[in-house]
């Protein structure tokens, strides 16, 4: 198993740029979410999904758009960077009833 | 508004001391509090959780305290030593698996 894979590992954008960032988990796992890391700040919930075609918004989902037509796969869409948007993104999966999520390692993003 | 506040922001420990975080949340919904270690480069890993209807969890050095009527638990980690160094995490998950951080203390071990 490999896990929670995010793609790419580093990212640099010029603002109004759009991007993709790619997360895929092998896990079979219903749940699946994206944070942002900011220094001081922990980790922010941006979106996430319990499954298959459905999709929520956590505290911070301006500026981004979700999917979820796979059990496997929910990539984050970035519709015009802004420098606010420099972070590093991490996405997470859990199956139903589980404890803990399983986090990737993350996707550096730098908006200039 | 942030629902779990975290502290302290850094620490710093000596070989064999005793680590202590501390957290302290607002949300009633939450029904699962874990505790997540990072290290440099990396994500975050699930290191130990508890859920509200126990006051105490201990897996190895590391031991959740909870205090549901005060809202507060804590981490603490016994014989600390220096690969303990990382970055933790508190958070609060509701049923629905929304989970939400706190800001995360720098935990550093001297050898």
């Known amino acids: 198993n490999a896990g929670v894979t995010q793609t790419p590992k580093f990212q640099v954008l010029k603002t109004g740029q759009s991007m993709t960032l790619q997360c895929a988990q092998d896990m079979n796992h219903e749940y699946m979410s994206w944070y942002r890391q900011d220094p001081g700040m922990g980790l922010r919930l941006i979106h996430y999904?319990?499954?298959?075609?459905?999709?929520d918004q956590g505290e911070v989902p301006n500026g981004y758009n979700v999917s979820r037509s796979t059990t496997e796969d929910f990539p984050l869409r970035l519709l015009s960077a802004a420098p606010s948007q420099t972070s590093v993104y991490f996405c997470a999966s859990r199956v139903t009833g589980g404890s803990g999520y399983t986090f990737g390692s993350g996707t550096r993003l730098t908006v200039v | 508004q942030q629902q779990v506040k975290q502290s302290p922001q850094s620490l710093i420990v000596q070989k064999g001391g005793i680590s202590i975080i501390n957290c302290a949340y607002e949300n009633t919904a939450f029904d699962y509090f874990p505790w997540y270690q990072q290290f440099p480069g990396k994500g975050p890993a699930l290191l130990i959780a508890?859920?509200?209807?126990?006051s105490e969890k201990k897996e190895g050095r590391f031991t959740i305290s909870f205090n549901k009527s005060a809202k507060q638990f804590s981490l603490h980690i016994m014989d600390s030593q220096p690969g303990d160094s990382a970055t933790y995490f508190c958070?609060?998950?509701?049923?629905?698996?929304?989970?939400?951080f706190g800001e995360g203390t720098q935990l550093t071990v001297n050898p």
């Open positions: 999904s319990v499954g298959a075609g459905i999709t």
């Open positions: 508890i859920r509200p209807d126990v």
């Open positions: 958070a609060g998950e509701t049923s629905g698996s929304r989970l939400t």
